[in-house]
């Protein structure tokens, strides 16, 4: 609960910055492009994050991991206090906080729809569309797909899901005998 509220802090910290100078996609590529570098190698975040270790010899493997990314003077700022303030662990969660806040400046609404099946674009957009007119904002559609749904499509954004594959109808259908709702 604690790293949500800090990631909180310093992400919209970060949006605020990015407003500022109108580089908000580009402070969340590089930040989630570090994370995503950290999440791929947990031990270089442990070795950060590790107080045990020197901070100075910390601190030169960040400036050296963050020189050879070739990051924005921002963004390389930020990871400076982020290790400063011992907060360099929270770099996934600042990112993942980051990314939302974004899609809300942008208004935008991110949804996932999984498909028994390999869906077509024209599919796809007629789902966003249904989607978008349900948020009422721009939506954006992640598809995967899961064969033991056996056919249909759920979709969820937000809290809302929208389930109509055959497998919950099956087993809607097979509880509705159980109870003797022949109806």
Do not use: C, W
């Not at 937000?158 to 003797?180: A, I």
């Amino acid at each position: 609960m604690i790293s949500l509220i800090v990631a909180k802090r310093y992400a919209r910290a970060l949006l605020e910055i990015g407003k500022e100078d109108e580089n908000l996609d580009q402070y969340g590529q590089e930040l989630a492009e570090v994370a995503s570098l950290f999440a791929g190698s947990a031990e270089l975040e442990q070795v950060l994050a590790n107080p045990a270790i020197d901070f100075d010899d910390r601190s030169k493997l960040l400036n050296t991991f963050l020189d050879k990314l070739g990051l924005s003077p921002i963004i390389v700022n930020f990871f400076r206090l982020l290790m400063d303030r011992g907060r360099i662990a929270a770099t996934r969660d600042i990112s993942g906080v980051y990314a939302r806040l974004l899609d809300e400046e942008k208004g935008i609404t991110r949804a996932e729809v999984v498909a028994a099946a390999p869906l077509s674009e024209e599919e796809v957009g007629r789902i966003k569309d249904v989607l978008s007119k349900l948020a009422g904002s721009d939506v954006v559609v992640e598809v995967k797909e899961d064969s033991s749904l056996i056919g249909g499509v759920r979709a969820q954004i937000g809290d809302l899901v929208l389930d109509g594959t055959v497998k919950t109808q099956l087993e809607t259908l097979k509880d509705s005998l159980r109870r003797g709702d022949y109806a």
